[in-house]
């Protein structure tokens, strides 16, 4: 049986990936870059290409979208997930008001990932469609 590591234990209490057992977790972990960056560290620019998903695992993040801020991120929040599955531009920009340590995985780290352990991708799914209804229900509210 697998025990968690730290960086297990944190990607456990992320939503994206709280229903994966510790296997699954460690395939997720392993495939991840851990990197440390320091406040005004621009993670993600709206508008431009998304390479890579970034999970925070402590610090914190300013969210701007057309240059207003809609929210603030820390440890457990997830950024890059649509760019991630579908290529598209960055629907927003975030940048680090702390600083902050990430966890940041390459689009092309983590398709492998999903074809190779596809049960991965079916525990995923569900938090990702509450993500994309959130961000649905924020870009018309606004």
């Not at 820390?74 to 975030?94: C, H």
Request: cysteine-free.
């Amino acid at each position: 049986m697998h025990r968690l590591d730290a960086t297990e234990e944190l990607l456990a209490k992320v939503s994206l990936f709280a229903g994966l057992r510790p296997k699954e977790l460690h395939r997720v972990a392993s495939l991840m870059t851990r990197v440390e960056v320091p406040a005004g560290t621009t993670l993600t620019r709206q508008g431009t290409s998304g390479h890579e998903f970034i999970i925070i695992l402590g610090g914190e993040a300013e969210v701007t979208r057309d240059g207003e801020h809609i929210a603030t991120v820390t440890t457990g929040d997830f950024q890059g997930e649509i760019s991630l599955l579908d290529g598209g531009p960055r629907t927003a920009t975030v940048t680090t008001t702390t600083a902050t340590t990430v966890m940041v995985a390459t689009r092309g780290e983590f398709l492998a990932l999903l074809d190779e352990a596809p049960e991965i991708a079916r525990q995923m799914l569900p938090a990702l469609a509450h993500r994309v209804r959130a961000h649905n229900a924020a870009a018309h509210t606004h």
